[in-house]
């Protein structure tokens, strides 16, 4: 999560968190805001070997999805959420079979 021009953006983790514990996503709300601050003092590599297993299972899925002969489009990363959104809905428009990392935004 993170917020822009005051708005916070949401990511399928997020939501993920909400439906598991409300009050885990009101603290990243607080987090992301600067309200409170992160412990970055300590290292977990617990958490670390699920970020790599995570990694590591959506590359494969993402592998399988190619080896099964679906038109695959990924959104790269760039500074700006409106443009990956507008590379989401050409994704869209073009009938893509699967869109990764894609981004969604309301518009006005």
């Known amino acids: 999560m993170r917020i822009q021009n005051g708005i916070p953006l949401y990511s399928a983790k997020d939501l993920l968190t ?17 309200a409170i601050a992160a412990d970055d003092d300590e290292d977990d590599p617990y958490l670390e070997l699920l970020k790599q297993k995570g990694n ?5 899925y993402l592998e399988h999805l190619i080896g099964e002969g679906r038109s695959v489009r990924e959104i790269a990363r760039v500074a700006s959420l409106d443009e990956m959104a507008e590379f989401t ?6 009938g893509v079979d699967v869109i990764y990392q894609g981004a969604l935004v309301e518009l006005p």
Do not use: K, V, Y
Not at 56 to 60: G, I, K, N, V
Not at 89 to 94: I, L, S, T, V
């Open 56 to 60: 590591a299972h959506e590359a494969l």
């Open 18 to 34: 909400f439906l598991g514990c409300t009050h885990s996503t009101a603290l990243d709300l607080q987090l992301a805001g600067g």
């Open 89 to 94: 809905r050409a994704a869209m428009r073009e």
